[in-house]
C-alpha cells in the first residue's frame, strides 16, 4: 500500500504557525485577575489564591466578609478572555464565642 505525503513546495503543505498554548492562556488569565484583586481596596489584604484552569478562574481562600467574596468575584469576571468564575472563597469565622 502507497501512502502519497506532500512535498513542501506542493501547495498542500502548510504547517500552521504555533499559537498561544492553553497553559500560556490560563497562565496570563491568573496573573492579570491576581494583579486586579491586589490592586482593588476591597480584596487588598484577602488571603486569596487564584488558579486558572481553561480560561475558569478558581478563587479560594478567607476573605473578611461576604462583600468581599463578592467583589473578588466580580473583579474575575472582568477580565477579558475569562470563560467561567468558580468562588471557593470562604468566609472568617467570627471570634466571638457563641453561647
Known sequence: M???WPYPDEGGF???PPGPS???EDGR???LVAQRLTSDWTTRRQQIVVTVQNRVV???GIVAGPDTR???GEIAWDVRGVADVCNAL???ASR???H
Do not use: S, T
Request: charge should be positive; proline fraction near 17%; hydrophobic fraction near 50%.
Open 2 to 4: 502507497l501512502i502519497p
Open 14 to 16: 502548510r504547517p500552521e
Open 22 to 24: 492553553p497553559d500560556d
Open 29 to 31: 488569565l491568573a496573573a
Open 58 to 60: 478558581i478563587l479560594a
Open 70 to 72: 463578592r467583589v473578588a
Open 90 to 92: 470562604r468566609l472568617a
Open 96 to 98: 466571638r464565642p457563641r
